[in-house]
């Protein structure tokens, strides 16, 4: 069974600190990961997406991935009130045929930004 | 417009009915899944459908049936609807065919489903 795994926090900083999320995985077969926010009751919003070793930046957002320690985690610096929501990592394992193209997703992480 | 929208976005239905849920796209994506998020246990696939003619099951099939319409349309039946089947329920499509991602998924806004 292919797992991804968060912390659920919850998560608790300040405004305008860096918000550091992680997330584990259970198999070096994977391609693909993922970053999705998600506030209560609305549905996951793809953040930022990353498909090799090393960082991606995209605005106030960071992903690294590192593959030989199965992780990968979000970096959100200057946080805000509004980044309070649920981030939830998604991994695509692939093991040939047509489970390429599915996601697997940890529980979620929730951040809370504080004024 | 929504590029991904669901019907009904709210629905309250008793033990042993049959409900549908619709789940439609503009986004021209072949591939389209259909999610339930229970709290504590995250987003869990439920079938995914790679092109009109090809349907999956997900890890919690039981219970489920779908129906690929066409490639923009692709429902979710619940035959015999029980209590623990109360989640929220979300469409989500993705572009294999696009040379800028690998699979990123879309979702919808999701259905609230509560079954009494």
């Known amino acids: 069974q292919k797992e991804v795994e968060q912390n659920s926090g919850p998560l608790s900083v300040p405004e305008g600190a860096i918000a550091s999320l992680n997330c584990t995985y259970s198999?070096?077969?994977?391609?693909?990961f993922f970053w999705y926010r998600q506030y209560s009751g609305k549905s996951p919003e793809l953040i930022m997406s990353?498909?090799?070793?090393g960082d991606k930046e995209d605005g106030r957002f960071t992903a690294q991935l590192n593959k030989a320690s199965q992780y990968v985690s979000l970096l959100i610096r200057d946080s805000q009130p509004s980044d309070s929501a649920t981030y939830l990592c998604a991994v695509n394992f692939y093991a040939g045929g047509t489970s390429y193209g599915k996601l697997t997703f940890g529980q979620g992480t929730i951040l809370t930004v504080h004024p | 417009d929504a590029d991904v929208t669901q019907t009904p976005r709210n629905r309250i239905t008793k033990t042993g009915k049959r409900i549908m849920l619709e789940c439609s796209q503009t986004k021209g994506h072949d591939r389209m899944y259909w999610y339930r998020q229970d709290p504590g246990l995250g987003l869990r696939l439920i079938y995914y459908s790679f092109d009109v003619k090809d349907i999956n099951k997900g890890e919690i099939s039981d219970g489920y049936s779908v129906s690929r319409q066409a490639q923009a349309k692709f429902s979710l039946s619940l035959e015999s609807a029980i209590p623990n089947q109360t989640a929220l329920y979300f469409c989500?499509?993705?572009?294999?065919?696009?040379?800028?991602?690998?699979?990123?998924?879309?979702f919808g806004p999701g259905t609230r489903l509560t079954v009494l």
């Open positions: 989500a499509t993705s572009d294999p065919t696009s040379l800028s991602s690998y699979n990123e998924q879309f």
């Open positions: 198999d070096r077969v994977s391609q693909s």
């Open positions: 990353i498909y090799s070793n």
